[in-house]
């Protein structure tokens, strides 16, 4: 079983920063591949950010110049840096891990 808690989210104005943070536990011996997806209201869930264990990233032309995932092995923590954030980044963002296990979700809110 493995478990993932994130933590982070909340209101901010537009412009504002916010960083999300995901640790995994439970039976995990090294995390694999960690990504951060949101999904807003009436909207499909997308991929915001994908790192690699080794650190490659990629990310949604949306927020690419504006967030940064980072990741620590160590830990299996993965966090999400989001700046000059924008009311259209308002969404339930998930961390999804090995491409197999997924948070509970944690809500970003953008106030115009």
């Known amino acids: 079983q493995v478990q993932l808690v994130e933590s982070g989210g909340g209101l901010v104005q537009a412009g504002g920063s916010l960083r999300l943070s995901c640790a995994a536990s439970?039976?995990?011996?090294?995390?694999?591949?960690m990504a951060w997806y949101r999904q807003a209201p009436g909207k499909q869930r997308e991929l915001v950010a994908h790192?690699?264990?080794?650190?490659?990233?990629t990310y949604s032309d949306s927020v690419k110049g504006r967030f940064t995932i980072s990741r620590d092995n160590a830990k299996n923590t993965v966090w999400l840096q989001m700046n000059s954030l924008k009311p259209e980044d308002t969404a339930v963002y998930y961390c999804?891990?090995?491409?197999?296990?997924w948070g509970q979700g944690t809500q970003v809110t953008v106030s115009s």
């Open positions: 790192i690699t264990r080794s650190g490659t990233t």
């Open positions: 439970g039976s995990i011996f090294s995390a694999g591949a």
């Open positions: 999804f891990l090995d491409a197999t296990y």
